[in-house]
């Protein structure tokens, strides 16, 4: 008898400290709200990327779209950094510089700009390159 109330006590205060520590003690799980950004790359380009910030107190999530100016697409305008912005979508083009197909300087020649006239004139807004694009995307001209 005396072992068993002794186990159940035992029992008792195993669960209720770990309890206690997990939830009171400076070791608490601490909350915090991140930031993930979402790419589909099969989405085609007219699809919106989304940015989404879910709130681990809460469990909410809310998602927005990234906005961008000329003048801030502006200061990405070489091969370090090439923003470009085509149908009033902004694309980070740093990775497509080195592997266009169509050389290095078509894409740098709309690096920091709108570009849709130089893509429209060269490729015509085709799926494929459209499709190519999308992979891209990081938001929308404002
Ligand atoms: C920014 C997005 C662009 C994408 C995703 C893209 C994609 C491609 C692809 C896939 C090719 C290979 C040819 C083909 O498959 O038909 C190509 C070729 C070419 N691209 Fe681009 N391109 C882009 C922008 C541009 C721009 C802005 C220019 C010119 C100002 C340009 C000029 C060319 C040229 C001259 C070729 C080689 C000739 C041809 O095949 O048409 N591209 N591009």
Known sequence: MKNTIFAIMLTVL???GG???????????KTYVKDIEVTNSDDTANKNI??????T????TST??????????????DASSCYSVISKS?????MWVNIHPGGKGAILSICGRDGTE???NQHKGGDKFMKILS????????
């Open 50 to 55: 989304i940015s989404t910030t879910i709130n």
């Open 14 to 16: 195993v669960i209720g």
């Open 57 to 60: 107190e809460t469990g909410t």
């Open 90 to 94: 902004v694309y980070d083009l740093t």
């Open 118 to 120: 130089a893509f429209m």
């Open 135 to 142: 992979r891209y995307k990081i938001g929308n001209l404002m």
């Open 19 to 29: 309890w206690f520590y997990y939830n009171f003690t400076q070791y608490a799980p």
């Open 64 to 77: 927005t779209t990234p906005l961008f100016t000329l003048t801030s697409i502006a200061s990405h305008k």
